[in-house]
């Protein structure tokens, strides 16, 4: 059973970079997809973007210009990174797995706020 | 992007009842790429069908799906008081993969 368990800054203040990492536990990162997904608050999920074992990645439109996706594969991990940072960034932030874009595994999740 | 609208936003029903969610996609899914989670406060969502209509691993019978094209139907055939919750359904046939809005059931 895999687990993935996620970590980064949680307080940031606009125009700063929000940095997650989601650590993989019990399988392999080859063959998936590594999704990161984030809920603003009192909003519905939104798709930010996933990257895959080789490193491929593709992000929301809306967040493209801002957003770089990373994985290491000798860590067991995938990161993520979204610079100049504003209040409509705060949001609870979940990393997942999926193998053909469905999340059947989900980080515990990691509520990150934006504010002066 | 592909759109997708969940109907009704809210559904009240009680335990024991059947519940019946929809989500309509703007353009057609031909490869039925389409999953359902149930999110619940303070938890991570959780996977219930994907493909259109295959049960996750662990998930209830009493959770089913079905649909085609641009219209999905996630059904519950008789409600759990855990099961009220709201539920998202989600295209990942089409890039930029996209949630709908969610449907919250409730008592």
């Known amino acids: 059973q895999v687990q993935l368990q996620q970590w980064g800054a949680r307080l940031l203040k606009p125009s700063e970079t929000l940095s997650l990492t989601c650590a993989v536990y019990?399988?392999?990162?080859?063959?998936?997809?590594w999704t990161w997904v984030r809920q603003p608050p009192g909003k519905g999920l939104e798709w930010i973007g996933e990257?895959?074992?080789?490193?491929?990645?593709d992000y929301s439109p809306s967040l493209k210009s801002r957003l770089t996706a990373s994985i290491d594969t000798s860590k067991n991990q995938f990161s993520l990174r979204l610079t100049s940072v504003t209040g409509a960034d705060t949001a609870v932030y979940y990393c997942?797995?999926?193998?053909?874009?469905?999340?059947?595994?989900w980080g515990q999740g990691t509520l990150v706020t934006v504010s002066s | 992007e592909v759109v997708l609208t969940q109907s009704p936003g809210t559904l009240s029903l009680s335990p024991g009842e059947r519940a019946s969610l929809s989500c309509r996609a703007s353009?057609?899914?031909?490869?039925?790429?389409l999953a359902w989670y149930q999110h619940k406060p303070g938890q991570a969502p959780r996977l219930l069908v994907y493909?259109?209509?295959h049960r996750a691993t662990g998930i209830p019978d009493r959770f089913s799906g079905s649909g085609s094209g641009t219209d999905f139907t996630l059904t519950i055939s008789r409600l759990e008081p855990e099961d009220f919750a709201v539920y998202y359904c989600?295209?990942?046939?089409?890039?930029?993969?996209?949630f709908g809005q969610g449907t919250k059931l409730e008592i």
């Open positions: 990257i895959n074992h080789r490193g491929r990645s």
């Open positions: 989600h295209q990942y046939g089409i890039s930029p993969y996209t």
């Open positions: 353009q057609s899914l031909s490869n039925s790429y």
């Open positions: 997942a797995r999926g193998e053909f874009g469905e999340l059947e595994s």
């Open positions: 019990g399988g392999s990162m080859r063959g998936y997809y």
């Open positions: 493909g259109t209509s």
